[in-house]
């Protein structure tokens, strides 16, 4: 059983910059693919972006030269930092673990960001 904590959500001016913060707990962090999705008022959840713990990492077309995923496994902890947000970057953004065997998988409860002037 993994849990998930996201941080660091809020209300931010187009253009400005905030960072999100997801601490794992329960299980061997190394052995989870480790993402941030975002779900905005009447659509579907949508993947922002992903690492893994070797440090790989892939992004949303959306959000690429934006936004960077990164991961601290000693301190069972990813960081999504997010520059230049449109209002378009306005959702729920949600932490999510997948095993890398298993292929089990666990969501945060997800943290509003707020792009508006």
């Known amino acids: 059983q993994v849990q998930l904590v996201e941080s660091g959500g809020g209300l931010v001016q187009p253009g400005g910059s905030l960072r999100l913060s997801c601490a794992a707990s329960g299980s061997i962090f190394s052995a989870y693919v480790m993402a941030w999705y975002r779900q905005a008022p009447g659509q579907q959840r949508e993947l922002v972006a992903t690492t893994t713990s070797g440090g790989s990492t892939n992004y949303a077309d959306s959000v690429k030269g934006r936004f960077t995923i990164s991961r601290d496994n000693a301190k069972s902890t990813i960081y999504l930092q997010m520059n230049t947000l449109k209002p378009e970057d306005t959702a729920v953004y949600y932490c999510?673990?997948?095993?890398?065997?298993?292929?089990?998988?666990?969501w945060g409860q997800g943290t509003q960001v707020t792009v508006s002037s």
């Open positions: 999510y673990a997948r095993h890398v065997l298993s292929a089990t998988n666990y």
